[in-house]
């Protein structure tokens, strides 16, 4: 028996624990929060089954007008999206249209905001009142006041989409990059105009798509948290989110919140399930064949209504509200306008170096973010591998990416809810630390880590690792000497990939910071009421700068879509 | 006493059996060849020497200890193999020189030691002047070299050469056979190679094992494989042939327009009724006159079907007379024959092979 052990033991192979491991993590990363999340909507702190909370959190008309008017935000922005991000999408990828490169550089600007920053900046142009469109309203039609009020429901909706239009843009476009022309010619030939032919041939071969991305864009709105808080509060309504937050306010209700995430949990799972049925779907041979030769489209004399429709969406979503931003985070009171006596550096040197406060929250912001990334980015390593070299059973594998992946379908606002329920007693009392914001992060990423991980993984020919294997190196020597060289490149740019999203999160965040730990993005949050705008774009230009820059190395390791392309998306 | 022995290996694949009873013994020194169709189940084979797949049963054993075996399969880097992969597995990232020199490295040895030994190696492949050179700055046939010079360098136990030769154009490829097997009269190391392409094998094998879906079919030094096969499936894999049926008639064998007593064939065992006989196209000669045949010799009359020029040879279609049967024979160039002539075709009955009826 001894003897059998001990040939097992040699036999075993070593890595084995590592996978036991990564495995162990995922479960208090993944599984555990999830499940307490269900736990809590349904126990008493004494641990006996009720549903008291559920009637709490839909017993009152006020609560249901929340998911009332998330669903409505969701499909009037979702609707919106597609208003700005088809028509973008069709004339950067299929049309002569001038100026591309502008509309391009604003998209990714576009993408570059935070949207809760955009929301600030739309305070500033559309507020009741005092805000710059109002002013030239004002000031052009001779009226008392002006008629925009930006805390509405429509407030919102433009908003919301102004963010969320990026996804439908690069959907569309990848649908149509891959549409070859000889498809329109088909149809031209047959005697269809250039309009009939879009309509009837084009639009219906990049529906699949379109449809994928108006989802992915309700579920975006309805799980945004940022931008509803400070514009819906004000306007004196709520939606899912909103009223979340509320049931967190002293003391928190975690069972009522567990509750009333539910729908929203719901919801995201099943649209997710439709859109991945969708896009895999085989019946539209354009998507997934090769593009054959490819000709813009001609537009003739419509070619400058076209661009000017494209910049007047970029306006909305990137030149106006970064505009004013820069404005504030420069003047030394916002309100007195654009000259040169009102320009100072003192907002941005006080948040930068004097106010403590605002000083350890960009140190945090970096600190969490670069942690949650390189747990999120190892943890996808490990099981990313695990699977693709099928260290395990085929199904097990697939349960482990399943697993991984869960994450991208879970509001943000929903996980902190788990990790609350999940972490802040005994044995893992992590609230209050920096590290729940950290694995939050981590958790909230790790799908994006997974995704581009697997896509490392893929593209090394296990055959080089049997190689050094053969030659009497263990898998680790393997990993050390071949795989870790060749995937340097490709870790970097994931690692940045990961940092973006983790340096700018609020949802999770604004559940689970403390008072030792806040983040750039939960501090513009809570200074947002104090009416500071030149605090408030300060701290936005400071999350810009450190995006832009993270940006531009990601260029340089991965070429100008990586931020742009599907998968990131 | 065997190198490496495979009892009753076998590895199946869900519901799928990849190899099936496997039996094998390598004596040291030996150069074998694994030789059959794709899927047919020899590089799981390999790989499970290698100790990159377990058995589902049966044992491997080298130098008379167990390495493989269901419940427990000692990895890989334990082995004292080396192997030759078909992408090469060159790593990019290392140059020639530590491509070649990283086994050496693993083991421990010194290295002014290792700079000797990967300079030795180097001449030997040709290689001397690229030693600082990047994987992606070589050749197919260089990055072939590579490969080999990294698996030899280290002194292996047994040497496993995955299709090593399927990537490169034909003329490498010829040239990198009589490389291999120069190498190995050379170093004299234990090796198994696995291809698809029977030349391959012919050239460089002491012994080739031919297999078709995850069996064995026949293990024989090469001469043995082409002349004497023992199945259809090999007589049909290794080269061209004419199958040819007859029928037990007293002390001869009736086949379509010939007959061949009994006691010039050579059998495994005592014919049956129905008899398959297996005679390759070089071993049938075309004439205009009747030859006087002589002893071992069958001479039948037929006329000339159909017929190819492919310049090293004629590639001709006889159809026996009164008889269905055709007939595939090689002539040389110079012996032209018209279609629909009538011609006699002369069997050396010492080249019929008798297929066993499975």
């Known amino acids: 028996m001894r003897g059998d052990f001990a040939q097992w033991w040699r036999h075993r192979d070593k890595s084995f624990w590592v996978w036991l491991l990564a495995v162990a993590v995922l479960l208090v990363l993944v599984i555990n929060p999830l499940l307490r999340l269900v736990l809590a909507s349904f126990q008493q702190p004494n641990g006996t089954f009720t549903l008291a909370y559920y009637a709490a959190a839909y017993g009152r008309v006020r609560h249901l007008d929340a998911l009332i008017n ?10 919106l999206c597609l208003a700005f991000g088809l028509p973008l999408a069709w004339a950067l990828s299929r049309t002569d249209m001038p100026g591309k490169g502008l509309v391009w550089v604003s998209i990714l600007g576009t993408f570059i905001i935070p949207p809760y920053l955009g929301a600030v900046g739309w305070m500033l142009l559309a507020g009741p009142n005092a805000g710059w469109l109002n002013r030239a309203f004002v000031a052009l039609a001779g009226t008392d006041a002006g008629p925009f009020n930006i805390y509405s429901m429509p407030g919102l909706v433009l908003v919301t989409a102004c963010y969320s239009f990026p996804y439908v843009f690069v959907f569309a476009k990848s649908a149509l990059d891959l549409l070859s022309s000889e498809m329109e010619d088909a149809a031209n030939i047959l005697g269809a105009g250039t309009l009939r032919t879009t309509l009837s041939i084009t639009l219906p071969l990049v529906l699949p798509a379109i449809v ?11 799980a945004l948290f940022g931008t509803p808080a400070l514009l819906a509060l004000p306007g004196r309504f709520h939606v899912v989110t909103t009223q979340l937050w509320q049931f967190f306010e002293h003391p928190p209700r975690v069972g009522v919140a567990a509750a009333f995430a539910m729908p929203l949990l719901c919801i995201t799972v099943l649209l997710f399930w439709v859109q991945h049925r969708i896009t895999r779907r085989k019946g539209y041979v354009a998507l997934t064949g090769k593009g054959g030769e490819r000709r813009p489209v001609r537009l003739g004399r419509w070619k400058w209504p076209l661009l000017g429709y494209c910049l007047a969406v970029c306006m909305l979503s990137f030149f106006l509200p970064m505009v004013v931003i820069c404005q504030a985070a420069f003047a030394k009171a916002w309100g007195r306008g654009f000259s040169l006596d009102n320009l100072t550096l003192r907002n941005l040197h006080f948040t930068l170096f004097e106010n403590s406060l605002t000083r350890n929250a960009t140190l945090h912001t970096f600190l969490y973010g670069g942690a949650a990334a390189v747990i999120a980015l190892a943890l996808a390593l490990c099981l990313a591998y695990v699977v693709h070299r099928q260290l395990v059973s085929r199904r097990l594998g697939d349960v482990l990416s399943f697993v991984t992946m869960a994450p991208f379908v879970i509001p943000g606002i929903v996980l902190a809810i788990g990790f609350y329920a999940a972490y802040t007693q005994p044995p893992l009392a992590l609230y209050g630390t920096a590290w729940i914001l950290i694995l939050a992060f981590a958790t909230r990423f790790l799908p994006i880590a997974y995704a581009n991980s697997a896509a490392a993984i893929r593209s090394i020919n296990p055959e080089l690792e049997d190689a050094v294997r053969i030659l009497g190196g263990t898998r680790f020597t393997a990993i050390r000497h071949v795989v870790a060289p060749l995937l340097k490149r490709s870790l970097a740019g994931a690692f940045i990939v990961v940092f973006i999203p983790a340096t700018r999160e609020l949802s999770a965040a604004i559940f689970l910071y403390s008072t030792n730990t806040q983040v750039l993005s939960v501090l513009l949050f809570d200074k947002s009421d104090e009416g500071n705008f030149e605090m408030l774009a300060s701290i936005g230009l400071i999350l810009v700068f450190i995006t832009v820059v993270l940006i531009l190395a990601g260029f340089r390791l991965m070429g100008r879509d990586f931020m742009l392309r599907r998968t990131a998306a | 006493m065997s190198k490496l022995v495979l009892r009753n290996v076998s590895r199946s694949f869900g519901n799928a059996a990849a190899v099936e009873d496997f039996t094998l013994s390598l004596q040291e020194g030996e150069f074998v060849s694994l030789l059959g169709p794709s899927g047919c189940g020899k590089t ?6 290698a100790g990159f797949i377990a058995p589902s049963t049966g044992t491997i054993e080298l130098d008379g200890k167990v390495i493989s075996s269901p419940a427990s399969s000692l990895p890989p880097e334990q082995r004292q193999m080396s192997m030759i992969f078909q992408s090469y597995a060159i790593w990019p990232n290392m140059t020639v020189a530590e491509n070649v020199g990283f086994g050496l490295k693993i083991r421990k040895v010194r290295p002014d030691e290792i700079r000797r030994r990967v300079g030795e190696i180097l001449d030997t492949v040709q290689l001397g002047a690229l030693r600082e050179r990047y994987p992606a700055e070589l050749s197919g046939g260089q990055q072939q070299r590579v490969a080999l010079a990294r698996a030899i360098v280290v002194k292996p136990a047994v040497l496993l050469l995955d299709e090593p ?12 056979r009589f490389e291999i097997r120069r190498l190995h009269d050379e170093f004299r190391i234990t090796t198994l190679y696995v291809t698809h392409d029977q030349a391959e094998a012919m050239i460089t094998s002491d012994r080739i094992v031919v297999m078709s879906k995850g069996r064995i079919e026949q293990i024989d030094a090469p001469y043995a494989v082409y002349g004497r096969p023992r199945t259809r499936f090999v007589a049909g894999f290794i080269g061209r042939t004419n199958f040819v049926e007859g029928r037990l008639a007293g002390d001869a064998v009736q086949f379509p327009g010939f007959r061949v007593p009994k006691s010039a064939l050579e059998a495994h065992g005592a014919l049956a009724d129905e008899v398959l006989i297996s005679v390759r196209p070089q071993s049938i000669q075309l004439a205009r006159q009747q030859s006087l045949g002589g002893a071992g010799h069958c001479c039948v009359p037929a006329r000339v079907a ?36 009538p011609v006699w075709v002369d069997v050396d009955v010492a080249q019929l092979v008798v297929i066993g009826t499975d």
């Not at chain 2, 004629?314 to 160039?333: I, M």
């Open chain 1, 70 to 79: 998330s669903l409505v935000l969701g499909a009037s922005a979702a609707t």
């Open chain 1, 212 to 222: 994928a991305a108006f989802i992915l864009v309700f579920l975006e709105a309805i």
């Open chain 2, 44 to 49: 799981t084979t390999l790989r499970m020497i």
């Open chain 2, 165 to 176: 030769l399927s990537n490169l154009d034909a003329n490498l490829r010829e040239e990198m």
């Open chain 2, 306 to 341: 159909l017929r190819a020029y492919l310049g090293e040879y004629w590639d001709y279609q006889v159809e026996l007379s009164g008889a269905k049967q055709r007939l595939r024979v090689t002539a040389r160039p110079q012996e032209v024959f018209e279609v629909g002539e």
